[in-house]
């Protein structure tokens, strides 16, 4: 079964009559301004900055190593103004990292606690949106922006919207009346579904932004020039020296499963080894749970696989 058909199966009500409203609560919205931004960000994260135009893109921001730190979901708000989104575990982090060469350049680089992040997504999403909004992010613009408030449109694995606004905004309190459903979590089951990757404080500095599919999201460009990790990520780019797949897993476990937990394939000689680690989980149902996981390669689901100290059954690599 496709992508698209799961998310009606599970999720029938996102292609009915109706809106659903998702509070992205673990996520967190930073800022950085100053006439020095795009040159700072350009020598800083995996994708040219000089590209992003009226566009977000997701990229990641990495160590020496090339080892990803956190990845970002990134966009111009305005001249010298840049805004990015990134999971809320990761950001103290991430941010401490970024600021340590800033001394010398005119930048500021912070959390913006007075924006709120919210899903909007429904087959009626759109034409409400459109009562607000006296333009409309396309396929080329994904990114609108009218006075304080930023629309953000994504198209996978279905039509969705995310709205960034100050939380005393009169369009955003009417929006917040349209709401026939709430679901926190399925911006996230969305992600698994999107392969969009979902790096925690858990896992952070641990996989190269190969492992994590962003060379497939254009995350990741090789002709930019110099940024933190480039050489390391260009090496394993060029002589093919990255292992591990982003993989979207299925299980009918009930047991709680928790991210950076190991994931195990049994070998011939019936010993069981480490061939992943787990960066997401969302509960589908009563049964059944979507995992995001980092594994190897030459994995398949002919291979017998298990979450280490799980009493899980059988799980399925989506892909």
């Given amino acids: 079964m496709n992508t698209s058909k799961l998310i009606k199966k599970y999720f029938p009500y996102l292609f009915e009559?109706?809106?659903?409203?998702?509070?992205?609560?673990?996520?967190?919205?930073?800022?950085?301004i100053g006439s020095n931004s795009k040159e700072y960000l350009q020598n800083q994260i995996t994708i040219d900055v000089n590209k992003l135009d009226s566009n977000h893109a997701i990229c990641a921001h990495c160590n020496?190593?090339?080892?990803?730190?956190?990845?970002?979901?990134?966009?111009?708000?305005?001249?010298?103004?840049?805004?990015?989104?990134?999971?809320?575990?990761?950001?103290?982090?991430?941010i401490q990292e970024l600021k340590k060469y800033s001394i010398f350049s005119k930048i500021k680089i912070f959390n913006n606690i007075n924006m709120l992040c919210l899903g909007i997504i429904g087959k009626e999403a759109q034409t409400e949106l459109s009562k607000y909004f006296q333009n409309f992010p396309k396929k080329n613009s994904s990114v609108y922006r009218q006075d304080n408030i930023i629309l953000l449109k994504f198209d996978f694995p279905c039509e969705r919207f995310l709205l960034i606004s100050e939380k005393n905004n009169i369009i955003l309190k009417?929006?917040?009346?349209?709401?026939?459903k709430t679901n926190n979590d399925l911006w996230l089951?969305?992600?698994?579904?999107?392969?969009?990757?979902?790096?925690?404080?858990?896992?952070?500095?641990?996989?190269?932004?190969?492992?994590?599919?962003?060379?497939?999201l254009k995350g990741?460009?090789?002709?930019?020039?110099?940024?933190?990790?480039q050489e390391m990520i260009s090496k394993a780019h060029y002589k093919n020296?990255?292992?591990?797949?982003?993989?979207?897993?299925?299980?009918?476990?009930?047991?709680?499963i928790k991210v950076g937990e190991i994931i195990e394939s049994k070998t011939k000689d019936k010993q069981w080894k480490n061939i992943g680690y787990v960066l997401a989980t969302s509960q589908i149902n009563t049964k059944t749970k979507w995992i995001q996981a980092v594994i190897k390669k030459n994995i398949s689901n002919n291979d017998k696989i298990r979450i280490k100290n799980a009493t899980n059954k059988k799980i399925w690599i989506k892909s």
């Fill in 17 to 32: 009559n109706n809106i659903t409203l998702i509070t992205l609560k673990k996520w967190t919205l930073t800022n950085i």
């Fill in 64 to 94: 020496i190593n090339g080892k990803v730190w956190s990845n970002l979901r990134i966009f111009k708000f305005c001249e010298n103004n840049y805004m990015y989104l990134q999971r809320k575990s990761t950001s103290n982090l991430q």
């Fill in 174 to 180: 009417k929006i917040l009346q349209l709401t026939k």
């Fill in 189 to 216: 089951t969305l992600d698994i579904a999107s392969n969009i990757p979902i790096i925690e404080k858990e896992t952070s500095g641990k996989f190269l932004p190969q492992s994590l599919n962003l060379e497939k």
């Fill in 220 to 229: 990741l460009d090789f002709k930019k020039g110099c940024y933190y990790g």
């Fill in 241 to 256: 020296l990255n292992k591990y797949n982003l993989s979207w897993i299925t299980t009918k476990s009930d047991t709680i």
